[in-house]
């Protein structure tokens, strides 16, 4: 069995499939707003931020893809495209565990979307116990007395409350145990399971309980949809105002344009004469961007992190290295709040390209694209830009840092 440790390949399926309409309105709920974000972006935020988690699989209903993408927009890096659901939720998980089979990770973290408000200590807890069980849930003790009844008015028993948990989700597994577990109970035609706890434990496999937490709570009546706004708007203003620090970062960058080659700008193919010569594909609007970013970090600059002289970088697409510097602010539990980016040239015209450079930075980032801010000027024919032999960028990065973060850096 593969060891549940920081290096095993992590999974986490996000169950969105959902139709439920029990909101009134247009929409399944997981694609109601909660403060600012859908529900499902904040669910699937949890685990693209938990850096012991590789990739991120969210299956919906085929007929909400559309509602999913607009949710979801601008977070590429480790979210894999979605997967279409199943009838039942146990058929939408399988789908899920289905489609990781051809890469297939160690271990699997199961989450409903219903849950934006998992802490990352709980999916800490859950994948800790993963190396010593087939599965591990987060659960909580009942505070309150339970009374079975058949017809809901006769006292059929009270059952003993210190042997009852509430269940909660993410439920981690052994990737490939409780994928046989799902094929079984789906050859048993056996459809019932709430979820997939009970089917491991159905299938003959351990699975234990870690401990969850009260703030991880679903999604079901307005009243917690109330309780999940007044908990993230307190969260926010706490972060903003005590617990963070912004921190700036300037990049700059120069690359000379020669004729006949494919210009790349802002990871945009533009159709032109020239193109930019450079080790890599020499973007230049990426390389300052992610100088920005390195610079926020003070850590370090891209000639740093990938040096010229390494032949692995040549023609290297130059998305690859910002992904890193994003990477990097995540692993040091910082967000990318605003970056502005100034490309200097006289040709092309980057206007018509305005919006697709944005749109690229912001997947690659994975942040929204009004973050990003694109400009362009001229030097008034003067200088290397205005003579045509070559484009500057310059980018300015903003980025929140636990103050934690700062004082280690200190010292
Ligand atoms: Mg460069």
Redesign the pocket.
Known sequence: MPAANARSDCAAIIVAAGRGLRFGGDRPKQFIDLAGEAVLARAVDVFLGHPRVDRVLVVVNEADRDLAMASLGGRRPRLEPPVAGGATRQASVFAGLKALETAPPDVVLIHDAARPLCPPGVVDRVLDALGEADGAIPALPLTETIKRSADGCRIDATLPRSELFAAQTPQGFIYRIILEAHRRAAAEIRADFTDDASIAEWAGCEVRLVKGDPVNLKITTRHDLVIATRRLDGEMLDRAMTQTVPCTGFGY???ALVEGKKLVLGGVSIEHSHGLE?H?D?D?AL?AVTDALFGALADGD?GMHFPPSDPQWRGAPSHIFLREAADRVRKRRGRIVHLDLTIVCEIPKIGPHREAIRAKIAEIIGAPKRTISVKATTTERLGFTGRKEGIAACAVATVLLPIEEIEETCV
């Open positions: 960058d120069v690359h450079g890599s020499a230049v390389h891209i």
